[in-house]
């Protein structure tokens, strides 16, 4: 009976053990109050106990830094603010879990009788501050962004800000929710001074954790994180309640009076009605991080998102390591690497730290799995070996495989690594080969796998035993050796490294017992296959860009792949390790499986995708059309090449942009007249083939002809052909072909119809990532390509029967009357040869036109004609009005036209329409024409091409998402602009929108998505920015900015109302706006008179307060500034 209860005890003992709630601590930045809120109602209310947690709540002791004591492991999580941007840019080991305070509660506060309303005020005043900067840091560089240099006063006692009441002090630090109580209730007026206000809005209370429970715990960090945005949401719902419990639990020094009003201040800085409890703007701590580097903090730069907890355990949560793995990781913190003194570019020793491709590699490695490595170096490759036999190192990185090492090690599989052997001879030596060496002497590593096959294989060549790579390269440039073989990219790194310039290096394949090249493996001890398998897994995990980007740094090897797959689309690409493509075997001249192979355009682009895709593509073949659909709905392929009909066959696919684009064409007997209006063919049959679409086309714009169906071009053109119906209408390379393949002599293109049909690829729709990456190929293929492609495919001829006896007459009559001419005029002749030279060579490289008075063009050049894309008859009559490009302003044309007609030069940089709609900037020189007597009578213009200027220009200025100007050029334009107005007398304006919850659309709805608001609202910003003075830009994230010269106030004021609801019209859902059902945005608005016009700071400033503004009042509006 004891032994059965000893049992039960022991039983559940344990299940109290294994199923007891984890004890953590939370460490808080100050005394108990209802500042830490939250935290107390998910302890009391039970949120942290069901999900497992035992939380003691530790107030702040002052004679310890609450931050160190996380970082430390005395408490778990901790309370700050945005100073932990700080300690992390000073590499400390802080992880941000959730901020709860969206702005900060620091702040300044004076008398209301004081007259000092603004920082503005605080010139010359006594000011009491923090005795470290840090401590006051948003209030210290808003006041020396804004030049202001007050009296600091930094010794500081208890209740020192009372100090202002017998006026010892002007102004006074304080914290929102505290200290401006005292003023309330003893009814005394105060100013307060928000840095918020003026541009300077950081983070107030920030939840935070350390690396070390972050890489360790995540799920409890999640776990906690979950419970405490529960217990804030509840504080926040029950303050009265919540009041009650700190007073009479946890610091009953406050009265419920001041309890209550630090719960009202607490929860305006919370601001949860416009910003989701908890939200994180990596942007916004960039610009944190900007502000401690640009006001004298020692900042060093850091990667945000080893700084978010959501991102900085996102690498390692996508492995999926069992249990067993996860503690191995647990248990082994730190994983010790071989690091060779001399193996570069791979694995180095150099300026006292570990270098190479193999040493970044393997920390990418230990950044995925959350641990550290250490390099273990200055060893011989014997002790090396010894090493990892005993367990004292983890990982040789970089190992070939044979039959004696396989005793001691496993090898993984990962091959990052190829040893190709090569041949550094000095420089017009003779020697083009290895056996060339045969009589001569080579460099060799001594011990190395090369030496042992060179002493046992050719016992007769002279060896010189190297204890370097350095060493024998510098024995052949010194005569020691007439040739070192050694790795490839080794000997290039020592002989650029070291200015060998007299050597170079040659390549050699197929020497007998020589490898070609040998795979070096990761190897870790015998039957640690714990580690092997961990590291796997970690390996098949590495971003494939990041590891492009290595072997660029290294091995100066470009990417394979124009193509900028994401490391999610290439992963997809390597598991699928091959691509299914469906086509139409018989619709040639675009596709055809001819004798078994494929041909036609598609094929062509198919070629062109194999080169970027890491993976092949296989044919899946099909009988028919309608087979490949059906093949291709039933999964039997992955893509189809080119979609016709889409919209009858678009169940199971998602279509890609336009693979070619062609125009339709209309074919007839060669006997009939041109057709330039298909409206006047109604009365005639036209044949089309079935099922492509075009049909419905047609009979929607053209609702009179007769269509006659057809099954495919070879059968419309036959009809044509035998008179059963005027015409065959398709694509123009489908005509092309066929008539040149069957119908050359009877049949022509008679006409090009004016609509464009588009040929997408479609692809399963059960694999999206597979759209994106067939878009991205299509967009990687230049204008030329496409051009050379379809010209290959499209080169039809055309055979005339003509009757040469008439003409040979014409020929013989004219050429006697030229040979007179000529015998008489030869030395005239030669002038104007040569004069023909040069006047050709100016027409076709020289820009040049001339016009009459009025600006009708006279004469052009066909280098003009080139680069507008007009022909000389098209321009030839025409008004200069032609080529003017609308972006132009109508003031600089003015000026243009004043300066030619008042008889002078005018000089200066045009942007000029294309026929297209494309067009070309030329720096221009105009000057008029005059007659006999002085007159004008027309204009002349030499024009040089500056577009690739220009082009270079724009990018530097534009942002590269959304087109408009970015913020150099707001910088450089918005000090001109004032400027301007200022000597115009005219209003000026500035708009600052930002786009209203757009962290949330981009987490909700994907960064893609969000990417594609950017843009949508930069094309809309520019529809209504139509006036010369409106200048749209986008200033960073999403926020834009507008400068703009408006009428007066009213017109201001109206232009922005036009925004908002331009915006909103875009129609772009967002289920997480909390303004409307669509994409919003809130403006801030600042307008004024020349004389008015203040500084551009204060005017920047001004701007973005209204921008907050309106965002705190509701979003999706604008709020104007005015002055108090």
């Excluded at 920082?119 to 210290?140: M, Q, R, S």
């Excluded at 010794?155 to 200290?179: F, H, I, Q, T």
């Excluded at 098949?540 to 470009?558: A, P, T, Y």
């Excluded at 009578?937 to 091409?945: C, E, L, M, N, P």
Aim: proline share 3%.
């Amino acid at each position: 009976m004891a032994k059965i209860t000893l049992k039960f005890i022991l039983i559940a003992f344990l299940f109290t053990f294994l199923y007891s709630d984890e004890k953590v601590t939370l460490q808080l930045k100050w005394f108990h109050q209802f500042q830490f809120a939250g935290y107390y109602a998910a302890k009391e209310k039970g949120f942290y106990k069901d999900v497992g947690l035992d939380v003691e709540i530790k107030q702040r002791d002052l004679k310890y830094n609450n931050i160190e004591e996380v970082v430390k492991g005395k408490a778990q999580y901790g309370v700050s603010d945005s100073i932990l941007i700080l300690y992390k840019a000073h590499a400390e080991p802080v992880v941000i879990v959730s901020p709860i305070f969206q702005h900060s509660a620091s702040a300044l506060i004076s008398l209301k009788n004081s007259g000092i309303n603004s920082p503005y005020d605080l010139e010359g005043k006594n000011v009491l501050f923090y005795p470290n900067d840090t401590d006051g840091f948003a209030i210290l560089a808003m006041l020396q962004k804004l030049k202001i240099k007050p009296n600091f006063i930094r010794e500081r006692e208890k209740d020192d800000y009372l100090k202002l009441l017998d006026k010892k002090v002007d102004a006074s630090p304080v914290y929102l929710s505290n200290e401006p109580f005292y003023f309330k209730k003893n009814n005394i007026d105060i100013n307060i001074i928000n840095p918020s206000n003026y541009g300077f809005d950081f983070y107030g209370d920030i939840l935070f954790t350390s690396e070390n429970e972050a890489k360790n715990h995540p799920q409890r960090v999640k776990k906690f994180k979950e419970a405490t945005l529960k217990g804030w949401n509840y504080a926040l719902e029950h303050q009265e309640e919540i009041i009650q419990l700190i007073h009479n639990k946890y610091n009953s020094s406050k009265s419920v009076e001041h309890l209550r009003y630090e719960a009202k201040a607490i929860e305006k800085l919370i601001s949860r009605e416009i910003i989701p409890l908890g939200s994180i703007d990596k942007g916004r701590i960039r610009y944190i991080s900007d502000l401690y580097k640009e006001f004298g903090s020692n900042v060093k730069s850091f990667n945000v998102n080893d700084f978010i907890f959501k991102d900085y355990i996102i690498d390692k949560a996508k492995i999926n390591l069992t249990q067993e793995e996860k503690e191995y990781l647990e248990n082994h913190p730190v994983l010790k690497v071989q690091n060779l003194s001399a193996f570069p570019p791979y694995n180095f020793y150099e300026n006292n730290k570990p270098q190479g491709y193999t040493v970044d590699y393997m920390n990418l490695l230990a950044k995925i799995l959350g641990v550290k490595i250490e390099f273990v170096g200055q060893k011989s490759w014997k002790e090396y070996l010894d090493m990892i036999k005993d367990g004292k190192l983890d990982i040789i990185p970089h190992i070939a495989i044979n039959k004696e090492r396989s005793e001691f090690l496993d090898f993984t599989d990962i091959e990052h690594i190829t040893y190709q052997p090569s041949l550094a001879i000095r420089k017009g030596s003779g020697i083009n080969s290895f056996g060339d060496l045969k009589d001569k002497t080579i460099a060799v590593l001594n011990k190395s796998f090369l030496h042992t096959i060179l002493k046992n294989k050719y016992p007769n060549q002279k060896l010189y035993l190297a204890s370097s790579t350095k060493k024998g390269a510098e024995a052949v440039s010194t005569g020691l050796a007439d040739a070192f073989i050694g790795n490839l990219a080794t000997t290039e790194y020592y002989i650029k490294q070291h200015w060998l310039s007299n050597l170079e290096i040659i390549q050699f394949k197929n020497v007998k017992y020589i490898p070609n090249e040998t795979l070096l493996y990761m190897g870790v001890s015998k039957g640690n296959n714990l580690l092997k398998s961990i590291l796997e897994k970690a390996n098949r995990e590495m971003s494939h860009n990041k590891v492009i980007d290595l072997k660029d740094k290294w091995l100066n090897i470009k990417p394979s792949s124009k193509v900028n797959f994401t490391d999610e689309e290439y992963k997809y690409l390597l598991n699928k390790k091959k691509l299914k493509m469906c086509i139409d075997p018989n619709w040639l001249p675009f596709e055809k499986i001819e004798k078994g192979k494929y041909e036609g355009i598609a094929s062509e682009y198919i070629k062109l995708f194999e080169k970027e895709l890491p993976i092949p593509i296989e044919l899946v073949k099909s009988k028919n059309w309608l087979d490949t659909i059906s093949l291709a709905q039933n999964r039997a392929c992955d893509f189809i090449t080119m979609m016709k009909n889409r919209k009858k066959y678009s169940t199971g696919f998602n279509i890609t942009k336009n693979l070619v684009n062609m125009n339709l064409v209309i074919a007839t007997k060669v006997d009939k007249p041109f057709v330039n209006d298909i409206s006047s063919l109604e009365f005639e049959k036209l044949a089309v083939v079935k099922g492509y679409g075009y049909a419905e086309i047609l009979k929607n714009e053209y609702p009179d002809i007769n269509i006659v169906e057809v099954k495919d071009a070879k059968e419309g053109l036959a009809k044509v052909d035998n008179n059963e119906v005027y015409g065959f209408i398709d694509v123009l390379p489908l005509v092309a072909y066929n008539i040149q393949e069957n119908f050359v002599a009877n049949l022509k293109i008679a006409g090009k119809l004016d609509k464009i049909i588009g040929f997408p690829m479609a692809t399963r729709n059960d694999e999206p990532q597979l759209n994106e990456i067939m878009n991205k190929l299509i967009s990687n293929i230049s204008e030329e390509k496409n051009k050379e492609i379809l010209n290959k495919w499209l080169s039809i001829k055309y055979e005339e029967n003509i009757n040469f006896k008439p003409l040979f007459y014409v020929i013989l009559i004219f050429s006697i009357i030229l040979f007179i001419i000529i015998i008489k005029n030869r030395a005239i002749n030669k002038l104007n040869n040569k004069l023909s030279e040069y006047l050709n060579m100016v027409d076709e490289n020289v820009l040049t036109s001339s016009t009459d008075k009025k600006g009708i063009i006279v004469s052009v050049s066909q280098a003009f004609c080139d680069i507008s894309g007009y022909t000389k008859e098209e321009l030839l009559g025409n008004n200069h009005r032609i080529i003017r490009h609308e972006d132009m302003p109508k003031e600089l044309f003015s000026e243009l036209w004043s300066t030619i007609s008042s008889g002078k030069k005018w000089t200066g940089e045009i942007k000029n329409k294309k026929k297209n709609g494309g067009y070309y900037w030329v720096d221009a020189t105009i000057s008029p024409i005059f007659d006999k007597k002085k007159n004008i009578i027309g204009y002349t213009a030499i024009r040089h091409d500056i577009s690739d200027k220009k082009t270079i220009e724009s990018i530097s200025i534009t942002d590269e998402l959304t087109k408009l100007y970015n913020r150099r050029h707001f910088n450089e334009i918005f000090e001109k602009e004032l400027s301007r107005v200022k000597r115009t007398n005219h209003f000026f304006a500035l708009i600052i929108l930002d786009v209203d919850f757009f962290k949330q659309y981009n987490d909700f709805y994907g960064h893609q998505k969000g990417d594609y608001v950017l843009e949508s609202i930069g094309k809309r910003l520019k529809e209504v920015c139509k006036r010369s003075t409106d200048i749209p830009f986008r200033i960073g994230g999403e926020e834009f900015a507008i400068i703009f010269i408006p009428k007066d106030k009213e017109d201001a004021l109206n232009f922005a109302k036009l925004i908002n609801e331009k915006i909103e019209d875009l129609k772009i859902e967002h289920k997480h706006n909390k303004a409307s059902d669509y994409i919003t945005a809130s403006l801030g608005l600042y307008v004024a008179y020349a004389d008015e016009i203040e500084i551009s700071e204060h005017i920047y400033n001004h701007t973005d307060s209204a921008l907050y503004k309106a965002k705190e009042s509701g979003r999706n509006r604008f709020v104007l500034y005015e002055k108090e």
